[in-house]
């Protein structure tokens, strides 16, 4: 990119646009990295979209004329802030805040001015939330801070703020009263969309929030009172191990039962005798001759 004709420093213009670009990438790299983490831990996702650009040099030029300044490399780096610049595009309000506190938490970045057009908009109606960083930037042998301009605004604001400028560009920045009075209106219209879809956000989440606290406490509810009455009941021995057996006792065959039947009647009888008196005879068997005695289908 080249800066108009009669700059002759293209050396120095060289270097400096790679330093601004160095920057840029540095900055990117960040925002990406705050929004993957926001995805992964929150499932949220607080920047729609990101933009970056070099200023032209017709702009820069136009910017330092108007400052009354030449146009030396010196002079730009020291007077136009805003030669690297992003844009960061949220969903609500609340989000730009929230990612601006995040990017002035970074070790490595100076806050050097902020300029917050949301609680003080411009007098035609532009809000928007401005930062001018200092990053690092890592060369071969030696570190230099470059300036970077960050704006965070809603897709709201990003909507007026783009029609704005392109009818202001067509007025070459003269517009008619009527026109900027009807650009000033919008703008108002805009930042009560912004409220509005705020508020309704906020109650979804408080809507959302309190159904799971309800899921929850029930869960928990159901879970307390099942080992709240296990503490004051009694599970006996014996229906713990005739439980275990009839889990671990292999099903009968029809015939299998039929000697089981015949054993235990056997048994009943020869106690009954017992009982009677006749402790001192030797049992005869009454099987059948021929026949071998079965216990639970085992030969005797």
């Known amino acids: 990119m080249d800066l108009p004709m009669f700059y002759d420093e293209a050396e120095d213009w060289s270097k400096a ?3 601004y670009d160095a920057a840029l990438k540095e900055v990117n790299t960040k925002l990406e990295i705050l929004n993957n983490e926001f995805k992964a831990a929150h499932q949220y ?16 030029a136009k910017k330092l004329r108007h400052n009354q300044k030449e146009l030396t490399i010196e002079n730009i780096v020291k007077y136009v802030n805003d030669v690297a610049g992003i844009r ?10 929230r990612i601006a506190d995040l990017i002035a938490k970074q070790n490595d970045i100076k806050v050097l001015k902020v300029k917050d057009y949301i609680m003080c908009p411009k007098e035609n109606g532009y809000t928007s939330y401005h930062m001018i960083i200092a990053i690092p930037v890592y060369l ?5 801070e470059t300036k970077v301009e960050i704006q965070i605004r809603t897709i709201a604001m990003d909507f007026w703020a783009s029609l704005e400028h392109k009818i202001y560009y067509k007025f070459e920045g003269n517009a008619p009263e009527n026109i900027r009075k009807e650009l000033k209106e919008c703008s108002e219209i805009v930042a009560y969309l912004d409220q509005k879809m705020l508020s309704l956000n906020e109650e ?13 406490q029930q869960i928990t509810t159901t879970y307390q009172s099942v080992v709240t009455e296990s503490f004051g009941t009694i599970v ?33 009888e020869e106690d009954k005798e017992a009982k009677e008196g006749n402790k001192g005879k030797k049992k005869t068997s009454r099987e059948k001759p021929g026949r071998k005695r ?3 289908g085992i030969r005797a």
């Open 17 to 19: 646009l790679l330093l």
């Open 45 to 60: 996702n607080p920047i729609e979209h990101i933009t970056s650009r070099i200023k032209t040099p017709q702009s820069i």
């Open 88 to 97: 960061i595009i949220c969903s609500f309000t609340s989000d730009i805040y």
């Open 140 to 144: 071969s042998d030696r570190t230099i």
């Open 204 to 216: 979804i989440k408080n809507y959302t929030k309190a159904n799971m606290e309800a899921g929850q």
């Open 236 to 268: 006996e021995e014996e229906e713990i191990t005739l439980g275990q057996q009839v889990v671990g006792q292999p099903e009968f065959t029809l015939s299998e039962e039929n000697v089981a039947s015949e054993v235990v009647s056997e048994q009943l």
């Open 294 to 296: 079965m216990i639970f």
